[in-house]
């Protein structure tokens, strides 16, 4: 079993930060890519930044500059620097990894996505 455990969210200012982070344990033999997606009332899910296992990143274009992804292999967690934050960016922010949790008898990775529970992210006016 694999689970993803988010932390950090919280109610802050327009101007302000926040750090989420999210830890991965359980059957992990490696962890491909990782990233934060968000989830505002009535819209849909959306990816907010990703980075690769190799370190390379991607960013929404509604964060750029202001947001920072950022990941520690050695404890299989992925962090998101969040500065300048404006109340469009209110929404529930998801954990998503993509871990390979074993191989075949061919020696294929057997690879699954997983997602953390939710942390909410309030920014007021």
């Known amino acids: 079993q694999v689970q993803l455990v988010e932390s950090g969210g919280g109610l802050v200012q327009a101007g302000g930060s926040l750090r989420l982070s999210c830890a991965a344990s359980?059957?992990?033999?490696?962890?491909?890519?990782m990233g934060w997606y968000r989830q505002a009332p009535g819209k849909q899910r959306e990816l907010v930044a990703d980075v690769t296992d190799g370190g390379s990143t991607n960013y929404a274009d509604s964060v750029k500059g202001r947001f920072t992804i950022s990941r520690d292999n050695a404890k299989n967690t992925v962090y998101l620097q969040m500065n300048s934050l404006k109340p469009e960016d209110t929404a529930v922010y998801y954990c998503?990894?993509?871990?390979?949790?074993?191989?075949?008898?061919?020696?294929?990775?057997?690879?699954?996505?997983?997602w953390g529970q939710g942390t909410q992210v309030s920014v007021s006016s």
């Open positions: 359980g059957s992990i033999l490696s962890i491909n890519a």
């Open positions: 998503n990894a993509r871990i390979v949790t074993g191989r075949t008898v061919w020696g294929t990775n057997i690879v699954n996505t997983y």
